[in-house]
Nanobody, 129 residues
Framework: QEQLEESGGGLVQAGDSLRLSCTAS????????FGWFRQAPGKERELVAA????????YYSDFVKDRFTISRDNAKNTVFLQMYSLKPEDTAVYYC??????????????????????RGQGTQVAVSS
């Protein structure tokens, strides 16, 4: 069974950068696709970015495209979300989720529906203006 733990959140100023990490315990990390999600108080959760098991498939939501980069290191069982040019509206709890067994397009659709097998507890990102 996979367990996911996020880290790297914090309080930063607008324009700053942060790198979030999602570390998985378990022996099947490389078979999972991952998504980074966020939820701000009073708002719906949303898929921020996603990456396929081999790293060759990626997705970014329109509101983070060109500012965030998702990557993974299968040797370290870790998925990263590098965030640049942070804005106050990026303030949210960020968490990762994983799923597997299917083509990239199918897995991405699952993640977009928040249909993941595992998820972490999240890490808080706060961006001040």
């Amino acid at each position: 069974q996979e367990q996911l733990e996020e880290s790297g959140g914090g309080l930063v100023q607008a324009g700053d950068s942060l790198r979030l990490s999602c570390t998985a315990s378990g022996h099947t990390f490389s078979t999972y696709s991952f998504g980074w999600f966020r939820q701000a108080p009073g708002k719906e959760r949303e898929l921020v970015a996603a990456i396929g098991s081999s790293g060759d498939g990626t997705y970014y939501s329109d509101f983070v495209k060109d500012r965030f980069t998702i990557s993974r290191d299968n040797a370290k069982n870790t998925v990263f979300l590098q965030m640049y040019s942070l804005k106050p509206e990026d303030t949210a709890v960020y968490y990762c989720g994983s799923t597997r067994n299917g083509r990239w397009s199918t897995l991405l659709s699952r993640l977009a529906r928040f249909d993941y097998n595992y998820r972490g507890q999240g890490t808080q990102v706060a961006v001040s203006s």
